[in-house]
């Protein structure tokens, strides 16, 4: 079976090239592949001036170790040098006054961008002095560490930043002339030539390569790092307008809630006046039957009004609460009593003999709010003629569950998810209804997560859905004194 082609005709199976792949990511990355510098020149200023702020004190206490320790190798001189002594010596001294007349200049604004010329002349100094010595020492009489100091200081300058071009310049002039002085001394033999050629081109060639790399891996940490912070900039700004938005949202709205409850006051007002005045003259039309819907539907949109009061402020924070141990079967009665008018008239009774009573730390009025709304939810869900079942123990780890669950349809993970979150409805989920805002849950959610509570919904997605409010141990409990939830 012939392998796959694309449509330029090419073998979807064959393997990238790593040489292409390296070098579509350099070209990605807008690094130019044969100077290892960014192609961009306001890219590579950024990046200096980056390596400036970062690198360069570093640097120079490389160069301080570098003038140090070319410096301490005085006494392996002195030990084992016996001809050419003085001249060494006078060499080392010179080039450390050299490379050490450098580190001032890395102090000059116009210098800072450069100074990785800097370190490569120091290195490049040292490396033919090094050379040098090793010329002026007859080979009978030549130390074995000179070639490994020589050894030492290419390695140091693969850890300095020393751009590529210049440390490739400095290794392939500094391996030149090492290797004329191999074929230009007589006293040298030719297994010293040809060794000394393989050794000295492999330490170039190893030299410039790792330059190289870390020049390469150096600008992608950086371009990495870059657009690090240019996404979180990105994404802190989103958050800001997010929140601007947010705001502005709940200010609308309890703007809105605010200029419309006070004319529906006066529309409620004049109906109960007109409506009484129908009544008292025992009027026998459906005036008065008119009025008293205009009465509660007038009603019914205050109610909603001020939910979404109650849900700006619970969003916004601004909830007070006062906390004080309360009983759980008195709060459950409170609430029920509150919606008798409205399970009556859905015809749904209430069982609560598996209600066990517990001492919940908590504040009454806002809680019995809540829980009305979980039970106006349940109303909404379930038929008439259903029972609506309240239950609530004490858990063994000092919490106490209060689960309400009604005999209506069940809800599916989908519509559970949807019923938690605000102005939102379905027609199987516990906040469904013919109208409504969609607001309950929410704000039931808000307000028992001010107090160390949660409520969650479960269903298996056939018949009844449960609201499960777990209260949870009071944390300031042992502190002797009951603590305020979130104040404004």
Not at 110 to 130: N, R, T
Not at 390 to 408: H, T, V
Request: proline share 5%; aromatic share 8%; with cysteine.
């Amino acid at each position: 079976m012939a392998p796959p082609l694309n449509s330029a005709g090419l073998d979807l199976q064959k393997k990238p090239n790593p040489l292409t792949v390296f070098q579509q990511t350099l070209e990605r990355d807008g690094i130019s592949p044969w100077t290892a510098r960014f192609r961009a020149d306001d890219t590579e200023r950024r990046y200096i001036h980056k390596l400036v702020e970062t690198t360069l004190p570093t640097e120079r206490l490389l160069w301080y170790t570098v003038i140090f320790t070319y410096l301490g190798y005085w006494i392996l001189d002195v030990l084992t040098i016996s001809e050419g002594l003085q001249t060494v010596l006078t060499m080392r001294v010179i080039v450390a006054c050299a490379i050490a007349a450098l580190i001032p200049l890395s102090f000059v604004p116009k210098v800072k961008p450069h100074f990785g010329w800097l370190s490569a002349a120091g290195i490049w100094l040292s490396g033919l002095s090094i050379i040098g010595m090793i010329a002026i020492i007859p080979p009978q009489g030549a130390p074995p560490y000179i070639i490994g100091v020589l050894v030492t200081f290419v390695a140091a300058s693969c850890i300095m930043r020393i751009p590529f071009r210049v440390a490739a310049a400095a290794y392939i002039s500094t391996s030149a002339v090492y290797l004329a002085v191999l074929n230009m001394r007589p006293a040298f033999s030719n297994v010293d030539v040809i060794s000394g050629h393989f050794f000295m081109l492999s330490i170039a060639a190893v030299a410039v390569a790792t330059s190289y790399m870390q020049e390469i891996r150096s600008r992608m940490i950086w371009l990495r790092d870059e657009q690090r912070k240019r996404d979180n900039e990105v994404i802190e700004k989103l958050l800001i307008e997010a929140t601007a938005a947010d705001q502005s949202k709940i200010n609308f709205l309890s703007m809105m809630s605010h200029e419309l409850r006070t004319p529906l006051h006066q529309i409620i007002g004049y109906a109960e006046v007109v409506s009484n005045s129908f009544k008292a003259a025992n009027d026998p039309g459906n005036n008065a039957r008119h009025l008293s819907e205009i009465h509660g539907s007038a009603h019914i949109l205050l109610s909603r009004i001020q939910k979404m009061l109650r849900f700006v402020d619970a969003t916004a924070g601004k909830m007070k609460y006062e906390i004080v141990d309360t009983s759980a079967t008195e709060l459950v009665d409170v609430a029920i009593e509150r919606m008798r008018s409205s399970l009556e008239k859905a015809g749904i009774r209430v069982e609560t003999e598996a209600l066990k009573d517990a001492t919940l730390h908590i504040d009454i009025v806002h809680t019995c709010y809540a829980i009305n709304n979980l039970i106006e939810n349940a109303i909404h869900a379930s038929e008439s003629g259903t029972t609506l079942h309240i239950s609530g123990e004490k858990l063994e780890d000092g919490a106490y569950e209060l689960a309400i669950r009604d005999e209506g349809r069940g809800m599916s993970p989908e519509q559970i998810e949807k019923a938690m979150k605000p102005f939102t409805q379905s027609e199987s989920a516990l906040v469904r209804s013919r109208e409504g805002l969609g607001l309950g849950l929410t704000v039931a959610k808000h307000i028992f997560e001010d107090q160390n509570a949660t409520v969650r919904l479960a269903s298996d997605g056939h018949t009844g859905t449960c609201a499960i409010v777990r209260f949870n141990p009071p944390k300031a409990k042992a502190e002797g004194k009951p603590k305020k939830a979130r104040y404004a």
